[in-house]
């Protein structure tokens, strides 16, 4: 009996897919066993009509006297698949971990012919991580099936990672058209710009002043801030470090034009360690105190730099009618599945 449960555990799917009044058994080639209603699927899938209209005796078997069908997918792309015409569909608990089974995913679609599955795919990928850790293979996948938002959305992610167009950046996904590459490139080279810009035209609030009136550094500075006063605004040199800081962070944000470039580890340590080249600086204020100013003026630039940025917005795609973008979509085939 115990072994009858164990395999009955673990060869039928969990809810909603062990419907008691299902008429039909579809198993994974993982071995696991969706019970089904036909007059449900049928509905959503003439491939699936086609199957079942078939004579019983092309069924591969019986369990418990229902007759069974053998997929070539995973259980893991059938319950997404399913989800997308069977009862109890609540897209946001769906779950997807890894590109390859969005891809499998939407090649399941097309061969069985269903509609719906790209809402379950999108709110799966809003829910997942894959969007910051694949945000170029998002990018790809959302163009090709038409998602502009997810796109977007992913557009924006590959600004923290920096370009990825001058080398093969995904592993996953071969190839990306030669117009949404460029719809990408032009992103992101007016990203940059504005960028840079955010940093060129800012008057400092009045806390930056912190970071200025240095004596020594004063008297070597090559850089003017404009920064905020109680009554008006003036110009001020500013202290060693912070223009270092400045400087690398202006560079950076070619190769990463986002927000928290401003706030980047490596840039801020440099500048910190150059503030103790200047004995002028040490005197003025404590180590810990000019830690919490220039992070304090980085945090308050972070928010700068991101305003200006988030008025950039990807090209709209130019969409051929009739045409199934991601029928383009392709997988290495040096890579493992559930990367």
Request: charged share 25%; proline share 5%; aromatic share 8%.
């Amino acid at each position: 009996m115990k072994f009858i449960e164990r395999y009955m555990k673990q060869t039928c799917a969990e809810d909603p897919f062990g419907d008691p009044d299902g008429d039909v058994i579809l198993r994974s080639c993982d071995g696991i066993d969706f019970r089904l209603q036909t007059v449900i699927l049928v509905t959503k899938s003439p491939i699936f009509n086609a199957l079942f209209d078939l004579p019983q005796g092309h069924a591969v078997g019986r369990r418990n006297g229902i007759p069974f069908f053998c997929l070539a997918e995973p259980a893991s792309v059938l319950r997404h698949l399913l989800q997308s015409c069977y009862p109890l569909h609540i897209p946001g608990r769906t779950t997807i971990n890894s590109i390859h089974e969005i891809l499998a995913l939407l090649a399941a679609a097309d061969k069985y012919d269903l509609s719906g599955v790209d809402t379950v795919a999108r709110f799966a990928i809003a829910d997942s991580t894959l969007m910051f850790s694949h945000p170029f293979d998002i990018y790809v996948i959302a163009t090709q099936c038409g998602w502009e938002a997810e796109a977007s959305s992913a557009a924006r992610r590959t600004l923290a990672i920096g370009s990825s167009l001058e080398a093969p950046y995904s592993q996953i996904i071969q190839p990306i058209s030669r117009d949404d590459r460029d719809r990408l490139r032009i992103y992101f080279s007016t990203c940059v710009e504005a960028a840079i810009e955010a940093m060129e035209t800012l008057v400092w609030p009045h806390f930056c002043s912190n970071l200025t009136g240095c004596h020594r550094c004063r008297s070597i500075s090559v850089t003017v801030v404009m920064v905020q006063s109680p009554f008006t605004s003036a110009t001020r040199r500013p202290d060693s470090f912070w223009e270092y800081y400045l400087r690398d962070v202006q560079e950076s944000l070619k190769k990463r034009p986002c927000g928290s470039t401003a706030l980047d580890k490596d840039i801020i340590d440099k500048a910190l360690r150059r503030r103790t080249e200047c004995s002028a600086c040490c005197n003025k204020s404590g180590e810990t105190v000019a830690d919490d100013h220039l992070r304090a003026m980085g945090k308050w630039l972070q928010a700068q730099i991101d305003r200006n940025i988030s008025e950039i917005q990807l090209m709209s795609e130019r969409v051929v009618p009739g045409f199934k973008r991601r029928k383009m979509l392709m997988i290495h085939s040096n890579t493992a599945w559930g990367a």
